[in-house]
């Protein structure tokens, strides 16, 4: 019996090995295995398996700020309701996110930017493209606060000239020069205690709200209604109370977070290292965002369900760097608080109260 079986792992290691050669060696085998990891992706990139249930879905494509992270693009997040598909803010490699998480799946036919700093909208250029190569002829509708007339019209004249060479080269019934068109919807400015509707379609209701990012004027944070389901998106801003006001029990409350220890840390460092002019811009950042502790104190007063941190600042690697970034969060929200990652998917299904949380490769 013994022998058999020896016979059988020596028949086996003989067969992969044969299999590895191949692989190495064999132009065929090599085009065989490549035509079906081609064909693997190509599938799963029509997918988008969580819209399977009507509901409101949260995907982060890009969590980070202007300070590099390997591993976070910046501001980006989708936002699926329905059929429909909205993106707040396109900063830099929030459309090759995109694509990594979700292939052509969920192509946005709106941009929310919630404020100009480019770590918000570097890639707004990059995400119509984007929808352009897929084959989307409808206008992308820009929202903003006033002024993004300017970011449309600026990204479009910037693009202009690749817009050209692509329709010359693959020709306009396939890539029509309209396929590339940004249309600015500019959301004119509330007062400070009011909230306006910005869209109001296919059962999603829109709201921008003013939040507080000076010099940055004026900076919205948006809050997005479907079919009794909810999220709020902050923007960047300091502790404020329209974040209370209008994320009144909203199943998901997306906050930004500046850790002032980490980033004192880190000026200290870079004061000592001979890089005064780092350190005093790091400082500058500390009165206009919030810490992850107020941000923590704004979702219980707004009895939000789920707080999910983004926009982090310093950049949060590994268990230890959480951890010193969430110290004294504990102690004002037990539960119901999270910090966000790239990939990270939150689906509220309509007609219940359910918070479903995954993770897109
Ligand atoms: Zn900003
Ligand atoms: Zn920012």
Redesign the pocket.
């Known amino acids: 019996m013994m022998k058999f079986f020896a016979a059988l792992a020596a028949l086996a290691a003989a067969a992969l090995a044969l299999l590895v050669f191949a692989i190495f060696w064999l132009p065929t085998a090599q085009d065989l295995l490549f035509r079906s990891v081609v064909k693997a992706n190509f599938e799963a990139a029509a997918e988008a398996p969580f819209q399977e249930k009507d509901g409101l879905h949260l995907i982060l494509c890009g969590t980070g700020s202007p300070v590099v992270d390997p591993e976070r693009a910046a501001s980006c997040a989708l936002v699926i309701a329905g059929q429909r598909a909205i993106l707040f803010d396109a900063g830099g490699g929030a459309a090759r996110k995109m694509q990594t998480i979700l292939g052509r799946a969920a192509l946005p036919d709106a941009i929310f930017l919630t ?1 100009f ?1 480019s ?2 909208i570097s890639d707004v250029g990059d995400v119509a493209l984007m929808r352009a190569a897929f084959g989307r002829q409808t206008p992308l509708a820009i929202y903003g606060p006033p002024g993004v007339e300017r970011i449309a019209r600026g990204f479009q004249e910037a693009y202009a000239l690749d817009v050209s060479y692509r329709t010359a080269h693959h020709g306009a019934a396939l890539m029509p020069p309209q396929s590339f068109v940004l249309q600015a919807r500019p959301i004119i400015a509330p007062s400070a205690e009011e909230s306006v509707i910005a869209l109001e379609e296919d059962g999603i209701t829109i709201t921008a709200f003013r939040v507080d ?1 000076d010099p ?1 004027e004026p ?1 919205y944070g948006y809050r997005v209604d479907y079919k009794g389901r909810s999220i709020i998106i902050s923007g ?1 801003t300091s502790k404020h109370p329209n974040l209370v006001r209008v994320g009144k029990d909203a199943d998901i409350m997306l906050h930004d977070a500046l850790n002032r220890e980490m980033v004192e840390i880190i000026a200290q460092t870079a004061e000592s290292g001979g890089a005064p002019r780092l350190a005093k811009i790091l400082r500058d950042t500390f009165d206009y965002h919030a810490t992850p502790q107020e941000a923590a104190e704004i979702a219980n007063e707004a009895e939000a369900a789920l707080l999910i941190y983004y926009h982090l600042v310093p950049p949060v690697q590994g268990l230890i760097a959480e951890r010193i970034f969430l110290r004294g969060v504990p102690e004002i929200r037990a539960e119901g608080v999270m910090i966000g990652y790239d990939g990270l998917r939150v689906s509220l299904p309509v007609g219940s109260s359910e918070i479903e949380i995954g993770s897109l490769p």
């Open positions: 404020h700093h770590d918000h990012h940055a900076a960047d």
